[in-house]
Antibody, heavy 122, light 107 residues
Framework: QVQLQESGPGLVKPSETLSLTCIVS??????????WTWIRQPPGKGLEWIGR???????DNSPSLKSRVTISIDTSNNQFSLRLNSVTAADTAVYYC???????????????WGQGTLVTVS | SYELTQPPSVSVSPGQTARITCSGG??????VYWYQQKSGQAPVLVIY???KRPPGIPERFSGASSGTMATLTLSGAQVEDEADYYC??????????FGGGTKLTVL
C-alpha cells in the first residue's frame, strides 16, 4: 500500500522560507510512470496546484508561484521536497503531497494523497 | 494557472440525481479529473479521464464531457456523498488548475 506523509514546521515567519518533505512508502520515487506533486488549500478555500517533480528531477511549477518555488526529489531517501521562499500570510494553507499517475491518456490521477499539513505564516 | 469554473453549491434530496459542472476553454482537448473532499480529509479521486471510475468508487458516480463543459453526476445521491467536489485539468500551454469547488448538500 502506497503512503505519503508530509513533514515540516507548522509555523513560518513572514519573509522566511517554507520547507516541507513528503516521505513515500510502498512505492519508489524513482519510478518513471509518476510525477510527485504538491497541492495546497488555504483555510476554507479551494485547491491550488503548486508543482511537481519527476523521477529524473524535471520540475513543472505554477506560473503564479514559479519564482518562489523549488521542488526537488531525493531518490536515496525515497522522498521529495517543497521550498517556498519569501512567504506571506497568503501562503497559510494545508499543504498536500500526492502521487500523479499516468492513467493511460493523461496525468492528473492524484492518488494517494498525504494527510496534509497545516502551515501557518505568522 | 488554468481557470476552471464550477457552481459554488448544489443541493439535492437523498435519492435524487446531482449534477456538478466544470467549464474551461481547453476541455474539448483535455481530460477532466474529479475529486471528492469530505470535511477535514484529503481529496479522493472519483472520476478520471472524463468518464472512468477508479477502483472502489460506487457506480452512482459518473462523468461526461462535451465541448467546454464537463459534468459529474451522482445518480441517487446519498447522505454520505455530501462533500466538496473539485474538477482538475490542464490547458494547451501546460498550465494546471482546479475548479473553485462545489459544495454538495444532500438533505
Amino acid at each position: 500500500q502506497v503512503q505519503l506523509q508530509e513533514s515540516g514546521p507548522g509555523l513560518v515567519k513572514p519573509s522566511e522560507t517554507l520547507s516541507l518533505t513528503c516521505i513515500v512508502s510502498g512505492a519508489s520515487v524513482s519510478s518513471g510512470n509518476y510525477f510527485w506533486t504538491w497541492i495546497r488549500q488555504p483555510p476554507g478555500k479551494g485547491l491550488e496546484w503548486i508543482g511537481r517533480v519527476s523521477y529524473s528531477g524535471t520540475t513543472d511549477n505554477s506560473p503564479s508561484l514559479k519564482s518562489r518555488v523549488t521542488i526537488s526529489i531525493d531518490t536515496s531517501n525515497n522522498q521529495f521536497s517543497l521550498r517556498l521562499n519569501s512567504v506571506t500570510a497568503a501562503d497559510t494553507a494545508v499543504y498536500y503531497c500526492a502521487r500523479d499517475l499516468f492513467s493511460g491518456q493523461s496525468y492528473g490521477y492524484f492518488d494517494p494523497w498525504g494527510q496534509g499539513t497545516l502551515v501557518t505564516v505568522s | 494557472s488554468y481557470e476552471l469554473t464550477q457552481p459554488p453549491s448544489v443541493s439535492v434530496s437523498p435519492g435524487q440525481t446531482a449534477r456538478i459542472t466544470c467549464s474551461g476553454g481547453a476541455l474539448p482537448k483535455k481530460y477532466v479529473y474529479w475529486y471528492q473532499q469530505k470535511s477535514g480529509q484529503a481529496p479522493v479521486l472519483v472520476i478520471y479521464e472524463d468518464t472512468k471510475r477508479p477502483p472502489g468508487i460506487p457506480e452512482r458516480f459518473s462523468g461526461a464531457s462535451s465541448g467546454t463543459m464537463a459534468t459529474l453526476t451522482l445518480s441517487g445521491a446519498q447522505v454520505e456523498d455530501e462533500a466538496d467536489y473539485y474538477c482538475y485539468s490542464t490547458d494547451s500551454s501546460g498550465n494546471h488548475g482546479f475548479g473553485g469547488g462545489t459544495k454538495l448538500t444532500v438533505l
